[in-house]
């Protein structure tokens, strides 16, 4: 705030003035986000100055000018530089004699702010001339932000009334409207009333001490509740719709976070299975190198003995040679037929081993059939899990697209049944208002009747009166004639006194028989009033009877919100579902990881078999090493074979 108080000194002093000490001392006490110079006279160097620096000022929320005294040309710059002003939410000029020039500069910081909500105009003459206030109320039809105004006092007719309704009819935004105390009268009063039905979103308008009729002030009042009633409505179903979506939001996170979960568990077990097969291929891989090392260690024995065979012909070339000369050596034959049998032995023994290795062989490819098969189970069951898994995929997009359309379709009904509701309202509304107007126009009639009546009623009354004081002086006349013969007719001067009593009485009789006919039209008077109240108390009956109507649309409201439940539950069995699946997946999962175990297992079974018979066959072959050499070496015909 201290940089706001520099910045105004020195733009001051740029301008060749003095910074006013009051603004000084108030910027100095300024509160966060409120600058307030009510009462305090500010001078075109100072609004210049303010104005500058309103342009670019991020803190300042709310603005107070009451009572400024503010010049033209002051509250000209002061507006100008709020025109660009973002952060100014409350604008306080009450009191400042505001004329035509005034009026324009508010009219433009109407149509280029974008931040006012509230403006306070009270005491000021914009409405005194009609073609600024024009432009005003031009620059109010196109705002879009301000929500509450304040024109009391402001010296407004029937004319700027009409331009005010204009403008109703454009703005979208306004909220409250004080427009008491002016000069709006009958005209602007009709004009007024004439606009609400266009406009939706105004629900406070005061228009007391402006000469409105009553029934004009009861319209505006009924259009100013079936706006608030629309408005709390609109509210009320902003933050359903905002609950709800925030609802199908939150389910849509579950379902993608459980549409990942499930997705990271696929992968893990894909990978598992990668490394299953990986590890079952390098197994394969050993056992077939052990098979080439068994195939190896054959080849080898083969060729020792083919070189014991080779050795055995050399011995039996070398036997045959000496068995000419040693041929009467029966010790020699014993020991060459001991050697034949001991041959015909190791014949017998590697026919062995050749058996041994084929059934080897044939066990060897009994496993590698074995391996191709359960690798091969293992490939389709992994195809049978992805068709599965991309199965139920497709059904879990299925159910959110599902679920997607019908809450937009729900929302779309809801939106169609307030609509449909708005309209019927409105035309209740104006069935009820011709049912009035048609109330007053027979409650006009009635009175003028009344007034014919007893129109009528006088005038018969005064003929009577006539014609009573008629007969009254041609009574006088006969009874001066007869006065001079009143001894003669004194009898018949009384009867005469009589017949005039009777008619007197007669006469009265009729005045209180008009009387009572001017009581009767008075009683029906008083029953047409009555049956105007009636009129009236349907009407309110009417009123409530909609508002029944409406809370049974919000029960309706409340009904879909319980169908938005069955949802959620529809939602929570098929995430049941999904867990069932996932259960499901996982004892495949469990039974494939028994099935390699198991395979493991007749692995290393078969790995110990085949370490058994390889250490068989080397102690068979050192066995049958050690026999030929030990033949070889302990062979009598060696002793007698000539040296080389």
């Known amino acids: 705030m201290e940089e706001f108080r520099r910045s105004y000194s020195r733009l001051c002093k740029e301008s060749g003035a003095e910074p006013q000490e009051a603004v000084l001392q108030q910027l100095h006490q300024l509160p966060r986000g409120r600058l307030d110079l009510a009462t305090q006279s500010l001078t075109v160097d100072t609004c210049r100055a303010l104005g500058k620096l309103l342009q670019n000022q991020t803190v300042l929320t709310e603005l107070i000018l009451s009572d400024c005294m503010l010049s033209e040309e002051g509250a000209t710059l002061l507006f100008q530089g709020l025109c660009a002003n973002t952060i100014v939410q409350f604008l306080d000029v009450k009191g400042n004699n505001l004329r035509a020039a005034g009026a324009e500069a508010l009219g433009k910081l109407l149509r280029q702010n974008r931040s006012i909500q509230s403006l306070t105009l009270e005491w000021n003459n914009i409405g ?12 109010l039809a196109a705002n879009s932000t301000l929500q509450q105004l304040d024109l009391r006092n402001n010296q407004i007719s029937h004319k700027g009334a009409e331009e005010l309704a204009l403008a109703l009819k454009g703005n979208t935004s306004l909220q409250q409207l004080d427009l008491r105390w002016n000069n709006i009268g009958l005209l602007g009063g009709r004009a007024l009333v004439n606009c609400l039905p266009s406009n939706r979103t105004l629900w406070r308008l005061d228009l007391a001490g402006n000469n409105i009729p009553g029934d004009i002030l009861r319209a505006v009042e009924q259009a100013m509740d079936h706006n608030q009633d629309r408005h709390t409505a609109f509210q009320e179903n902003q933050a359903r719709t905002s609950i709800l979506s925030k609802e199908v939001q939150h389910l849509q996170e579950e379902k993608s976070k459980q549409f990942l979960d499930l ?7 894909r990978e598992e299975m990668a490394r299953n097969s990986r590890a079952s291929a390098a197994r394969v891989g050993q056992l077939q190198e052990a098979l080439n090392e068994r195939h190896s260690i054959i080849n080898a024995l083969k060729a020792k003995l083919q070189m014991t065979e080779a050795a ?29 049998e001991k041959e015909r032995k190791l014949e017998q023994q590697v026919d062995e081993l050749e058996r041994k290795v084929k059934s080897q062989q044939e066990h060897l490819f009994l496993t590698r059939q074995e391996l191709t098969n359960t690798s091969a189970e293992l490939k389709i069951r992994a195809i049978q899990a992805e068709e599965r898994l991309d199965v139920e995929k497709r059904r879990a997009k299925q159910s959110m697209e599902d679920l997607e359309k019908l809450c937009s379709k729900e929302v779309d009904h809801m939106t169609r049944h307030l609509e449909e509701s708005e309209r019927a309202m409105q035309e209740r509304v104006q069935r009820l208002e011709a049912v009035r107007l048609s109330l007053e126009e027979e409650l006009s ?3 003028a009747a009344a007034l014919s009546e007893r129109g009528q009623a006088e005038e018969e009354l005064i003929k009577a009166r006539n014609q009573a004081r008629l007969e009254e002086q041609h009574r006088l006349a006969h009874l001066e004639e007869k006065m001079r013969l009143l001894a003669q007719a004194r009898d018949e001067a009384q009867s005469t006194c009589l017949q005039q009593k009777q008619l007197v009485a007669e006469a009265q009789a009729r005045t209180s028989q008009l009387n009572l006919q001017l009581e009767g039209q008075r009683r029906r008077q008083e029953e047409l009033q009555q049956e105007l109240s009636n009129k009236d108390q349907e009407k309110v009956a009417e009123v409530t009877r909609v508002r029944v109507e409406m809370q049974e649309q919000m029960g309706r409201l409340q009904a879909d919100l319980v169908s938005q439940e069955a949802l959620k539950e529809k939602v929570a069995a098929l995430e049941r579902q999904l867990k069932v699946i996932a259960s499901e997946h996982r004892e495949a999962l469990l039974d494939r990881e028994s099935e390699n175990s198991s395979l493991r297992e007749k692995l290393r079974l078969r790995e110990a078999e085949i370490i058994r018979i390889r250490e068989e066959e080397a102690q068979r072959a050192s066995f049958l090493q050690n026999a030929v050499l030990a033949y070889v070496q302990g062979s009598p015909l060696r002793a007698l074979s000539p040296p080389k």
């Open 263 to 269: 997705m990271e568990t696929i992968n893990k077990q």
């Open 445 to 447: 009639r009635v009175k």
């Open 312 to 340: 055995l012909a050399l011995s039996e070339q070398k036997a045959q040679d000496l068995g000419e000369l040693l041929a009467t050596v029966e010790q020699e034959r014993q020991s060459v037929s001991q050697r034949q």
């Open 128 to 139: 005194a001339w009609e073609d600024a206030f024009a432009t005003f109320c031009g620059a």
